[in-house]
């Protein structure tokens, strides 16, 4: 008989019922470090007590109004994006398969405006992810999201990861009117695009027109210790996607843009019931606050050093176990020298939680404000884990 729930996921036997900072207490009282943040999502822990002010306070005043009547709440976390970034105009959304929708509409909105309606190819990359909408697994194209959901949306064409030339030769075909990537993938196995790709993508989007959209839904919010990973290249993209982290475990999702590349969207040509109503976008604010400081990004900085020397230390002493660790900041993958999900299995016995990710990593995405102790405590069980699957 099929579960109540429908069982697209592998669950974990385990129920949580209420969080503190980096951590989850179960329903058994037993309390887990939490390395996973709901994938991301939770960049400042759980139950942070500025978010849970913001929250209830707009819960106790308005939760929703339509997108018919100007909402101050997301005017001000449309300004304090827009003062902070490259963007001249933000769209809200619920999560970031809904910022991927627009993303993709908004460039192809863009070239017909401009009398250029063949430019609707996009090119993505091999390993990315996007979501889970049409067009976001029609742009990833694996066969893992795509299969048996024939037929795929047309329009989205897949490029190696680091093929140069094979990048080159399609920016330059007529029809292709944007590129989407993610500076740091993250399900596809924690890569950094170099600071070097990032640049001469940029370049080759100037030289062709072609759009350049940076999914920063998994990367973004501080998560590299810049508020946005494509900031450490010194470029800048024509339309952002962000989600998870921006609402710190409330559902919001953004779409960031230049003046130039939504200047076709006009009244009537895109709309989200929910996206940017008053609950989330207080949050949001919040978050922004918080987080989008030079103070905070530096601690994101020496936390993410601390981390990931502690990790360096356990390659070399469980060689066995872990064979490299990668990644950029807070969002750190250790590659397994054994199957990825013995490593979690083997880890939740010593309540840590971490999140499988492809080329047989583990992913650590620590809350970003995880504080110095329990970095050390993470260090100490990972610790565990190794030893434990080790054979004697
Ligand atoms: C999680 C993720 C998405 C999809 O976000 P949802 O909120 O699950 O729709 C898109 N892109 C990247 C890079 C992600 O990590």
């Known amino acids: 008989m099929i579960p109540t729930i429908l069982p697209t996921y592998n669950r974990a036997p385990l129920t949580f019922t209420r969080g503190e900072g980096s ?17 991301a999502v939770n960049a400042l822990g759980h139950a942070h007590p500025a978010l849970v002010a913001a929250l209830t306070e707009q819960a106790g005043r308005l939760w929703h109004v339509s997108n018919l009547y100007r909402i101050p709440e997301q005017e001000r976390l449309a300004d304090l994006l827009v003062d902070r970034t490259f963007a001249d105009t933000v769209f809200f959304t619920n999560s970031g398969t809904e910022s991927c929708e627009l993303a993709v509409k908004m460039a192809r909105k863009n070239w017909h405006e401009q009398g250029q309606p063949d430019r609707t190819r996009i090119l993505a990359f091999e390993g990315a992810f996007h979501g889970r909408s049409s067009a976001a697994i029609a742009a990833a194209g694996s066969e893992k999201m795509t299969k ?32 989407i990537v993610e500076p740091v993938q993250g399900e596809g196995g924690i890569r950094p695009l170099p600071d070097a790709c990032l640049k001469g993508l940029r370049d080759l989007c100037d030289e062709t027109g072609v759009l350049m959209i ?6 973004g919010m501080g998560r590299t210790g810049r508020l946005f990973a494509h900031e450490w290249a010194g470029i800048a993209p024509d339309i952002l996607m962000v989600a998870k982290g921006i609402g710190g475990g409330f559902p919001l999702g953004a779409v960031l843009a230049t003046e130039a590349a939504a200047s076709a969207m006009t009244a009537g040509s ?7 109503n008053p609950l ?7 978050v922004m606050e918080i987080v989008a400081t030079e103070a905070f990004l530096s601690e994101v900085n020496r936390k993410a050093a601390l981390l990931r020397q502690g990790l360096e230390g356990l390659v070399a002493s469980h060689p066995k176990v872990f064979e490299s660790v990668r990644g950029a900041g807070l969002m750190l993958g250790l590659k397994c020298a054994l199957p990825n999900t013995e490593v979690l299995s083997a880890a939740y016995a010593q309540h840590l939680l971490t999140v499988p990710a492809a080329d047989n990593l583990i992913r650590l995405l620590p809350a970003l404000n995880i504080p110095d102790a329990d970095i050390a405590e993470a ?3 990972l610790e565990r884990t190794a030893t434990a699957l080790t054979p004697t």
Request: with cysteine.
């Open 214 to 219: 940076l999914d920063e839904v998994q990367c």
């Open 148 to 179: 048996g959901y024939a037929p795929l949306l047309p329009g989205f064409t897949q490029l190696g990861w680091g093929d140069h030339e094979a990048l080159k030769k399609a920016m330059r075909e007529a029809d292709v009117g944007a590129v």
């Open 280 to 286: 989330a976008c207080a949050v949001g604010a919040a």
């Open 379 to 381: 260090l100490t069980r």
């Open 270 to 276: 895109h709309g989200s019931t929910y996206g940017g």
């Open 23 to 39: 951590w989850l207490v179960a329903d058994d009282g037993q309390r887990y470090l939490d390395l996973a943040a709901g994938i």
